[in-house]
């Protein structure tokens, strides 16, 4: 995973890490930008965001967990599975 501060300009295709404000509403970490997105975040002055891009191989943090708790044993701990959410 390749993951930084990138110009707005070059961040399409790439992950959010870190939610985003803008005039119209808000982007959320994990979301995957568009030529949409890049439009609304240039127009509001957004000159660069954090954003991660997966490597061949990686899994994004929702298939992690997914993985991760499809791999413990029934009743472990109070474990179950839920929807994902993002934490801000």
Do not use: N, Q
């Not at 985003?20 to 957004?46: C, M, Q, S, W």
């Not at 993985?67 to 044993?73: D, H, I, T």
């Amino acid at each position: 995973m390749r993951f930084g501060a990138v110009p707005v300009a070059g961040a399409e295709g790439a992950m959010l890490a870190h939610s985003v404000r803008l005039p119209g509403g808000k982007l959320r970490k994990g979301h995957v930008l568009t030529a949409a997105d890049i439009d609304a975040l240039a127009a509001a002055g957004v000159a660069e965001v954090v954003v991660a891009r997966l490597d061949p191989g990686d899994m994004d943090e929702d298939a992690a967990a997914l993985a991760v708790a499809g791999a413990l044993p029934d009743g472990s701990g109070g474990c179950g599975l839920a929807r994902p959410s993002p934490g801000g």
